[in-house]
């Protein structure tokens, strides 16, 4: 599943996702395990924004996504910022004709928009395949809470001047799982009208125990796991999970 139109509206729809927290908490990994180089491969990369703040601290960053559209958005964005950061569109689930990389990662629960457990399972697979021995692979996912508790049945929205978002969570046909129905409203210039464009996204989440066992058949040992953002015992209402793994 890949955005289209919203891709394009994204980064100002979504301007309050803690990028820096991310780039905190891989630069803290690298540092605290002793990865010994600097080649990160961001999976599920969107329009960039996480990519070129990697760069920027001094990471060398390849970006993959599945959407072409997102990875439009991000190389002009990577051009006009100055950083050299390499887009590739591909599935994460299906990799293939890459290098190794010292450090993978997939933020922003886009683990959670695959839709079925053999996209994950082949996921965690091909992060194997592209891992140095010594790499290190970071990613997070919503919590079952979050999922089942603080996404099914609200809705969201976003009113700006020019431009407007109406997003509606309903429970999906899996288990713990919900599509995100979004309706946005943009202000056509050259008319002054708004033209509305809707999109269906889906995300599912599984237990911590699922996720385990599944980065463990795929060969990774698994070095600790935290929830949002903080190090620390996970709690009960804890809304996004990180994993941080290694190969055995």
Same mark, same amino acid.
């Given at each position: 599943?890949?955005?289209?139109?919203?891709?394009?509206?994204?980064?100002?729809?979504?301007?309050?996702?803690?990028?820096?927290?991310?780039?905190?908490?891989?630069?803290?990994?690298?540092?605290?395990?002793?990865?010994?180089?600097?080649?990160?491969?961001?999976?599920?990369?969107?329009?960039?924004?996480?990519?070129?703040?990697?760069?920027?601290?001094?990471?060398?960053?390849?970006?993959? =996504? %599945? @959407?072409?559209?997102? /990875?439009?958005?991000?190389?002009?964005?990577?051009?006009?910022?100055? &950083?050299?950061? #390499?887009?590739?569109?591909?599935?994460?689930?299906?990799?293939?004709?890459?290098?190794?990389?010292?450090?993978?990662?997939?933020?922003?629960?886009?683990?959670?928009?695959?839709?079925?457990?053999?996209?994950?399972?082949?996921?965690?697979?091909?992060?194997?395949?592209?891992?140095?021995?010594?790499?290190?692979?970071?990613?997070?996912?919503?919590?079952?809470?979050?999922?089942?508790?603080?996404?099914?049945?609200?809705?969201?929205?976003?009113?700006?001047?020019?431009?407007?978002?109406?997003?509606?969570?309903?429970?999906?046909?899996?288990?713990?799982?919900?599509?995100? =129905? %979004? @309706?946005?409203?943009? /202000?056509?210039?050259?008319?002054?009208?708004?033209?509305?464009?809707? &999109?269906?996204? #889906?995300?599912?989440?599984?237990?911590?125990?699922?996720?385990?066992?599944?980065?463990?058949?795929?060969?990774?040992?698994?070095?600790?796991?935290?929830?949002?953002?903080?190090?620390?015992?996970?709690?009960?209402?804890?809304?996004?999970?990180?994993?941080?793994?290694?190969?055995?």
């Amino acid at each position: 599943m890949s955005y289209e139109q919203f891709a394009y509206l994204y980064d100002r729809l979504m301007h309050d996702v803690p990028y820096d927290k991310w780039v905190q908490i891989i630069k803290k990994a690298a540092n605290d395990y002793k990865v010994k180089g600097a080649n990160l491969l961001d999976l599920a990369c969107g329009t960039g924004e996480l990519s070129i703040r990697l760069s920027r601290a001094g990471f060398q960053v390849t970006g993959i =996504d %599945l @959407s072409e559209d997102m /990875l439009s958005v991000a190389q002009a964005k990577t051009m006009e910022a100055g &950083e050299a950061v #390499f887009y590739i569109e591909q599935d994460m689930s299906q990799l293939e004709g890459l290098p190794v990389f010292d450090i993978v990662c997939i933020c922003c629960d886009s683990i959670n928009y695959l839709q079925t457990d053999e996209d994950v399972i082949n996921t965690f697979k091909s992060v194997y395949e592209h891992l140095d021995e010594n790499g290190l692979f970071i990613f997070d996912v919503h919590s079952l809470y979050k999922m089942n508790h603080l996404f099914i049945n609200q809705t969201y929205a976003v009113n700006d001047e020019d431009v407007s978002l109406i997003w509606q969570c309903y429970e999906g046909d899996y288990p713990n799982s919900v599509e995100h =129905d %979004l @309706s946005f409203f943009q /202000l056509d210039d050259k008319t002054d009208m708004y033209r509305r464009y809707d &999109e269906l996204h #889906f995300q599912r989440t599984y237990s911590l125990e699922q996720y385990i066992e599944w980065i463990e058949q795929a060969g990774f040992t698994i070095l600790k796991v935290e929830a949002d953002f903080s190090e620390g015992p996970i709690n009960e209402k804890a809304e996004r999970l990180f994993f941080y793994c290694k190969k055995k």
